[in-house]
């Protein structure tokens, strides 16, 4: 090797050297105390610029004021863990690759920005959350990486992430179980926001087409983790399933909110498209899908939840609920106005059109299902009647599958609806393109109308879908008539 070369790497050497040498770690002690406390810290002194500091073995450290930059920060390990709580008004920055694991809780009341990785959960426990008042940004690498948040980044790593009330801002791609065998779990709840600036998407169970994980068990909750509590925005143009196997992730989306009509859309109001290998569940409260989603396992409905399809669009490969199946409970309900692409079975309430629910604008098209459709002997239809043309004034079902009847149908009257003594009106409440099976057992349809009794002909309901109404006197107001008639009789021939 020639002398300049030579003098090339003692120098890259050297300056490499140097620049490690500069970094110092620093430690926590294992007790409760303000961040800014030299005694605390192992080196005696508050970190600064070039120090990693540590929160292990069970220590709490408090920072209430502006602390600057340091390299990185390591909050979790040793014997019992530890806990960074950054207050209101305290504010932390670190540039260099940052982690929370084994049992460690960054708590983020007031400003945390990392300008490169950061990992929540690596091979072990880690727990960040994102309070009222709270913002985290990671904002860097700028280049060369597709994801610089990771949930569980290490085979065996858990990672939680809770965004309740406060922001979460990442740079790329937010991804949710990093590596084989992990868990990890993000909440965003109460008001919090998850946005992303440049590759706006969070990826569950992998990264990519080209990076894919087994073994995960990926959960993304809108609303409470266990109880509904209020609902959060998710500022991303996709959330993506992946799995390298064959249903070996479980890659879930649960919505479990109080919100009266949540839509599931960007702050800008396009939608956020749900993909691949995941599993949607409405839990509670009422959501709006409306998405030119595919993703592939299935939405479960229960406990009170409804879900408003709300995707018209008649792309086959599209649906508010992907290409899977949907499951009913007794508890859900499922309504809207869009395509449904997998078999659905209804034990609990199935209710087309959108005219309720803090609806914007009342919409009565029909909810389309492009494979089979089960209403199960629990099951509920509920139509609502505005007029008498169908898909303008009053919703129903066109099933381009089979149709297996069963369970209650009840018809209501809304404001719009109007019908004239001895008026006939048709409605058809279904329509089916391959088999019709079953019927329904139960009927409730509105019995009178502005003083006028409606007689139903349900004689074609259960085999074309078809029924009439008619509207007659009241028997009341018939009986009046006849005494009035009556009276008048008498009174005549008591004159006579």
């Not at 990826?203 to 995960?216: C, D, E, F």
Request: hydrophobic share 35%; charged share 10%.
């Amino acid at each position: 090797m020639n002398l300049p070369k030579l003098l090339t790497l003692a120098l890259t050497l050297g300056c490499s050297s140097l620049l490690h040498a500069q970094v110092t770690q620093t430690s926590w002690s294992p007790s409760s105390g303000d961040w800014n406390t030299p005694g605390f810290w192992t080196d005696g002194s508050v970190p600064g610029t070039n120090s990693e500091a540590r929160i292990v073995n069970g220590g709490t450290a408090t920072l209430s004021a502006n602390q600057g930059t340091i390299y990185r920060i390591r909050v979790g390990g040793g014997a019992g863990g530890g806990l960074l709580q950054i207050n209101a008004g305290g504010a932390l920055a670190v540039s260099a690759d940052s982690y929370i694991s084994t049992g460690g809780t960054l708590s983020v009341s007031g400003t945390f920005t990392s300008a490169s990785l950061f990992d929540v959960g690596n091979a072990a426990t880690g727990t960040l959350l994102v309070n009222a008042g709270g913002y985290m940004s990671v904002t860097g690498p700028s280049s060369g990486v597709a994801s610089n948040f990771t949930l569980a980044r290490l085979e065996n790593g858990h990672g939680i992430a809770v965004i309740n009330s406060g922001t979460l801002a990442v740079h790329r791609t937010l991804r949710v179980g990093g590596a084989n065998n992990t868990t990890a779990e993000l909440t965003v709840k109460n008001g919090g926001l998850l946005t992303s600036s440049n590759s706006p998407a969070i990826a569950l169970g992998g990264l990519n087409a080209a990076t894919q994980y087994t073994g995960v068990t990926a959960t993304l909750n809108i609303g409470g983790q266990t109880s509904a509590e209020g609902a959060g925005t998710v500022d991303v143009g996709s959330v993506t399933g992946y799995d390298s196997g064959i249903n070996t992730n479980t890659n879930t989306v649960n919505f479990n909110h109080t919100s009266g009509r949540y839509h599931f859309r960007r702050p800008n109001n396009s939608a956020i498209a749900l993909q691949r290998d995941l599993k949607v569940n409405l839990k509670a409260g009422v959501t709006v899908l409306e998405g030119a989603n595919t993703y592939t396992r299935g939405t479960t409905l229960s406990n009170g939840a409804v879900l408003l399809a709300n995707y018209a669009t008649s792309n086959v490969n599209w649906s508010s609920t992907g290409q899977g199946n949907v499951t009913v409970e007794a508890g859900g309900t499922l309504g809207g106005i869009g395509w449904i692409n997998g078999e659905t079975t209804v034990s609990g309430i199935l209710k087309p059109g959108d005219y309720d629910y803090e609806a914007e604008t009342a919409r009565f098209n029909s909810l389309k299902f492009r494979s089979n459709l089960t209403l199960e002997s629990t099951a509920r239809l509920e139509l609502a009647l505005n007029g008498a043309t169908r898909d303008v004034s009053y919703s129903s079902l066109s099933v381009s599958g089979n149709l297996t009847l069963g369970g209650t149908v009840a018809v209501e009257l809304l404001g719009g609806f109007s019908i004239a003594e001895n008026e006939t009106l048709d409605f058809q409440l279904f329509s089916v393109a391959g088999d019709l099976e079953g019927a329904f057992t139960g009927y409730e349809f509105a019995e009178s109308f502005n003083g006028l009794g409606l007689e139903w002909d349900l004689s074609e309901l259960n085999t074309t879908g078809w029924v009439s109404v008619t509207a007659v006197p009241e028997p009341s107001a018939l009986f009046l008539l006849g005494a009035a008639a009556a009276g008048c009789a008498i009174l005549r021939r008591k004159r006579g």
